[in-house]
């Protein structure tokens, strides 16, 4: 694998979870991959997991790491060709991406959506930048409108704790206090539709997904019809996708909170959520501390995502 950014660059999902599994089994059995190798995560937003899982990973395969917080120390960065620089952005993406790829092997990326402007959020202008002028295999730690390493970690959770061959899977918007991406929750659409769970989206009206995300899941607005039967349900906020609402919020109504009672809909469903939560916005108390919340394993699996893609990169140089 040379880039990871999508579900398309994993591969067969069946063959990818095995490997997943085979890896949290024996996490230090490939360390012999990333001897002299050097990772490079660059965040140019904020991060907990992604930075400590992708870190653990890559030391887990004997990998030296370098982490670059943009905002922190670093010359402020012009992305947009063309830009007089009389400003204070001192140095230009396209000098420094060259310059950080030469110290090192593989690069992680985390860049979100601006939300200001939907085209430029969807051609994923700095992630495919960093494709193009590093000249070393790139991976995506949340780019504008995927997060695959959370998906991918999603998926091994869910094949570890589902009872049926093909449980019923529920990724149900909930409020939350400012703009959020759709990043994850389309991405956990693109995963979910890779495979052949019955896979439900309930929101209310006005934040429907870009359809090349929902694809074959049934979308439902109402949400406790939505939960009835789930296996899993997946909370997540996000901002408004369509014109010419982009970006914005048009809810914030604790009618769609998860708690016990929507969660006594389901059939004993598992809760997720990829964290940071808010909780008694997106989630009470009771529903993420009860003993179906699998939210803390879901994050303990970003290791075992993040380190099948560091291992399918280093086997590729
Ligand atoms: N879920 C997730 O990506 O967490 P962080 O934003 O803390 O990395």
């Known amino acids: 694998m040379r880039n990871f950014t999508n579900v398309k660059d994993i591969g067969p999902l069946d063959l990818a979870v095995k490997e997943a599994l085979e890896v949290k089994a024996n996490r230090f059995a490939y360390q012999h991959l990333g001897k002299n190798k050097t990772l490079m995560m660059i965040f140019f ?26 905002n922190q120390g670093a010359w402020k960065l012009e992305t947009e060709r063309g830009v007089i620089m009389d400003g204070d952005k001192a140095e230009h993406l396209l000098e420094a991406i060259p310059v950080m790829g030469s110290y090192c092997d593989v690069i992680g990326v985390r860049a979100f959506a601006g939300l200001k402007n939907k085209a430029e959020d969807y051609e994923e202008r700095v992630i495919n930048q960093f494709i193009r002028y590093s000249g070393r295999p790139v991976f995506s730690m949340e780019a504008a409108t995927r997060h695959p390493l959370q998906s991918f970690a999603d998926l091994i959770t869910i094949e570890e704790f589902k009872t049926k061959e093909r449980p019923k899977v529920v990724m149900t918007w909930a409020p939350h206090p400012s703009a959020l991406p759709q990043a994850v929750p389309n991405s956990f659409a693109e995963w979910m539709n890779a495979t052949d769970y019955d896979f439900v989206i309930t929101h209310p009206h006005g934040y429907e997904l870009a359809p090349e995300f929902v694809g074959k899941a049934r979308v439902e607005y109402d949400q406790r019809k939505a939960l009835e039967g789930a296996d899993f349900v997946y909370a997540k906020n996000w901002s408004a996708f369509a014109d010419p609402n ?45 003993e179906r919340s699998i939210v803390i394993p879901e994050a303990a699996n970003r290791e075992i995502s993040a380190q099948v893609v560091l291992k399918r990169i280093l086997e590729s140089l």
């Open 45 to 70: 937003n904020s991060s907990l997991r992604t930075r400590l899982s992708t870190q653990k990973a890559a030391m887990n395969l004997g990998m030296n790491v370098i982490v670059l917080d943009v």
């Open 246 to 290: 982009y970006g914005k919020i048009l809810s914030k109504d604790r009618d769609w909170t998860v708690d016990t009672e929507k969660m006594a809909l389901t059939d004993n469903a598992f809760f997720m959520h990829c964290l940071p939560v808010r909780r008694n916005m997106i989630v009470t108390d009771d529903v993420i501390e009860s």
